[in-house]
């Protein structure tokens, strides 16, 4: 039974890690904020590569299976620091930039402006890959 | 995976490697488009999983290792300096 259904296995793997794929990158397309596009890109390495690398593992080669083992622990264990490092360099710049402030930056929860990182950073610029220096990594024109 | 499956599934990844790469061009932070090549490079690897699976070989999967290992190291050195720290603390 196993040896039939391996195949069709293998099948629905690939498609649920290429679905996967295909929403982090529309998440990334569409999402306002780093925040957002982070949180959307996280998804993409547990649900997205590691059943890849299982549909890749079906066909039961000793060789395929340990790389594929080794491979999704390495991305499993890498893919969670590497985002939480922009995460972290965006909130202490973002924070960085509330203590420049002459009202000494917005607190949370007391009403006022919104933080920085509520505010969309306009989408995506024009082809040219040029960057805007006046804003930060969370969209907010410096002051 | 069957046959046709690859095909659509390696033509599929094409396009959103396509679609990342605008992404990387197009990102108004650096931050931004640090995460976009991180995702760039995950991409890359589901590639190098897909090409390996329809040529069945085994050694397409220590290049997908070799990419997920540079891009960690290039994204965590990209945004300490960044964030302006040193890199190691």
Redesign the interface.
Known sequence: VIEAVRPWLADALAILGLLVMTLAVVGMVRMPTLQARLHAAGKAVGLGIVPLLAAAATSGEPAVVARAAVVAAFVLLTAPVSSHAIARVAYLRHRRVERRRPDGGHVPGTGGAPLASEKPDGGFAPCDGSMDPSRTDNGEVMP | ??EA??WV?IG??FG?VA??T??V????????????L??LA??L??LL??V??WR?S?HY??A??AV??L??VG??AA??Y??GGDLFS
């Open positions: 995976v069957h499956i690859s599934a599929w990844t959103l679609v990342t605008a992404l061009f197009r990102s108004r932070s650096l931050l931004s488009r640090v995460l976009a991180d995702t995950l991409l690897i589901a999983v897909l390996g699976d069945q085994p999967l220590d997908a290792l997920a290992l891009s960690f994204t965590l945004v300490r960044h964030g």
